[in-house]
């Protein structure tokens, strides 16, 4: 086993600093929308709580990912050494696998109910970057190629703390916009500050954790341009961590239950967070006749 260190344990004391020097920021230089910006103490905590509670729910989803991605480690006859050029490509291929992870967490209502928790704080602050899911067993799925390509699993784990690491910084209103060249290439917090709007163009777009260049590949990419509203398109409202973590799960268990069909059912699991089934319609008959219903389709 490859011995790597644990990238976000070494990193809490630069969490922390960073957050310190953002709220005296804050405070001494207020942004210009007032309340819509900076920090709020029942949301910083809610966040904060959301962050330490996933560190105890990570721990338990582990056992379940660690044993399945060892499994296929054993089983597949490929190797990728860990080296000092190889660590660089992992962290590439990571994070092109970040970047298809983080978008069916976007699409896929019962992935996003997982996902969902990132986005509802209605601030956007380093706090938030904290607020994680409690919920994250959907993830591994995604980096089964990578083990299977021969990657150990510590070193698929040291590459996504790395990852998780990066994106704290970008989740800030304090640094506007990068150099071009930074702006083209990387995640940055005006690409970020995109991601977790709630308006018009901006919604499921910039998906990348480290590279945007994927954004831009795969046309998920809008640049900042309007002032963001952060948020949910229906904001929760609650600062209780267990509704947080939980809202979307209860969501789609009384959207099911209310379902008509067994094809509607599969929707509201498994189509994206807003699908509705098309109202059925009457179907021109002959006079006495029975009307035909209308299949169900996706809702534009």
Known sequence: ????????????????????????SVRLHPAEDGAAAGYEAKDAATSVGMGLGSLVFDFF????????????????????????????????????????????????????????????????????????????????????????????????????????????????????????????LLNTPSHHRVHHASQGGYLDRNFGGILIVWDRLFGSFVPEVDRPVYGLTKNINTFNPIKVATHEYVAIARDVRAASSWRERAGRVFRGPGWQPAPAAPAASAPGSAASPVEETSAA
Not at 1 to 24: K, R
Not at 121 to 130: D, G, I, V
Request: charged fraction near 10%; glycine fraction near 2%.
């Open 1 to 24: 086993m490859p011995n790597l260190p644990d990238v976000v344990l070494w990193s809490i004391p630069a969490f922390v600093l960073l957050t310190v020097v953002e709220v005296i």
């Open 61 to 184: 989803w582990k056992i379940p990912i660690v044993a399945i991605y060892t499994a296929i480690y054993e089983l597949t006859p490929l190797r990728v050494p860990v080296l000092w050029w190889t660590l660089p490509l992992m962290l590439l291929a990571q994070d092109f696998f970040y970047y298809w992870s983080h978008r069916g967490h976007h699409v896929i209502r019962v992935l996003w109910a997982c996902h969902v928790v990132h986005h509802s704080s209605e601030k956007f602050n380093l706090t938030t970057a904290l607020r994680q899911p409690w919920t994250s067993l959907t993830v591994w799925p995604f980096y089964v190629p990578l083990v299977a390509a021969g990657v150990h699993p510590a070193a698929l784990a040291f590459c996504s703390s790395a990852n998780l690491v990066y994106q704290f910084w970008i989740h800030t209103e304090r640094i506007d916009r990068m150099p071009r060249w930074f702006e083209f």
